[in-house]
């Protein structure tokens, strides 16, 4: 469970998920700076292991920060006609390889929406890039606060 903004929490995500992100790192197939090196060496079984072991812990509890109703609102309603939950699941929980968004840190959700729309590189799915498509700054400040408060 992440104390950090731009930090991921881990637990309660899918091990699939997991899975697949941590082999795209450890390969270098996806850019993740501050994971650079962290996972060399380890191995598939390991992988796996870390993967099992995240996935069985309880999500985090919603954001604690100040909740600004009316952005909260529009995120959950653009997330509802943006058809967000058709992948990520009607509580936001994901599945297989779909993260979890409820609970999520908040600015970590924004930097990663904005990388997918304005930046997707390799090793990011190409789904989510069109998921975002046309969807500007604020709207996904909304969707950030939204999900970081959902749980
Ligand atoms: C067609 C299925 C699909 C739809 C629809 C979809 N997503 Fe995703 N989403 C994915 C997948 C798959 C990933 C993992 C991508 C990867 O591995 O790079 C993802 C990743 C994400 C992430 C990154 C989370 C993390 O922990 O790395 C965010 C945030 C996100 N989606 C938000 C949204 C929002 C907001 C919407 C609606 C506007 C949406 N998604 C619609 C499939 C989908």
Do not use: W
């Amino acid at each position: 469970m992440s104390q950090i903004p731009s930090i991921p929490s881990l637990a309660a995500q899918p091990k699939t998920f997991i899975e697949n992100q941590l082999v795209l790192i450890r390969e270098g197939l996806r850019d993740v700076p501050a994971m650079k090196g962290s996972l060399d060496g380890v191995s598939d079984a390991e992988l796996v292991a870390l993967a099992t072991y995240f996935s069985a812990q309880v999500a985090p509890p919603a954001a604690k920060g100040r909740v600004d109703k009316a952005s909260l609102e529009r995120g959950r309603e653009l997330a509802k006609s943006a058809l967000c939950g058709t992948c990520h699941l009607p509580q936001y929980q994901g599945r297989d390889q779909v993260p979890r968004l409820a609970s999520q840190q908040e600015q970590f959700l924004l930097d990663v929406m904005k990388e997918y729309r304005d930046k997707p590189g390799p090793g990011r799915d190409t789904v989510m890039a069109a998921a975002l498509y046309g969807i500007n700054d604020a709207q996904l400040k909304d969707l950030a606060h939204f999900f970081a408060h959902t749980r």
